[in-house]
């Protein structure tokens, strides 16, 4: 059973940034992808970013340029540096894992709050 805990979340002015950071525990296959998904009010959970245990990187076309995603496999935590911050940008920030290649095995953290207002 995995489990992820995400941390970083807050309130920025406009064109601020955030760091969000998430740890896992019980991880068992090497072979992963973690990643980053929102949900706004009103809207459908969405992609924003995601990494291979290999590093290959993922971005959605409405970040791209602004966040940066990363990892650390050693303390099996995933990074999304977060800059150039917009109003759109507001959403619950939701962790995920899950193994590669094996549809059906995605786990999610509990969600942070980010809030880009001025």
């Known amino acids: 059973q995995v489990q992820l805990v995400e941390s970083g979340g807050g309130l920025v002015q406009p064109g601020g940034s955030l760091t969000l950071s998430c740890v896992a525990s019980g991880v068992r296959f090497s072979s992963n992808v973690m990643g980053w998904y929102r949900q706004a009010p009103g809207k459908e959970r969405e992609l924003v970013a995601t990494?291979?245990?290999?590093?290959?990187?993922n971005y959605d076309d409405s970040v791209k340029g602004r966040f940066t995603i990363s990892r650390n496999d050693a303390k099996n935590t995933v990074n999304l540096q977060m800059n150039s911050l917009k109003p759109d940008d507001t959403a619950v920030y939701y962790c995920n894992w899950k193994r590669r290649f094996v549809p059906g095995t995605d786990y999610w953290g509990q969600g942070t709050q980010v809030t880009v207002s001025s």
């Open positions: 990494i291979t245990n290999d590093g290959r990187t």
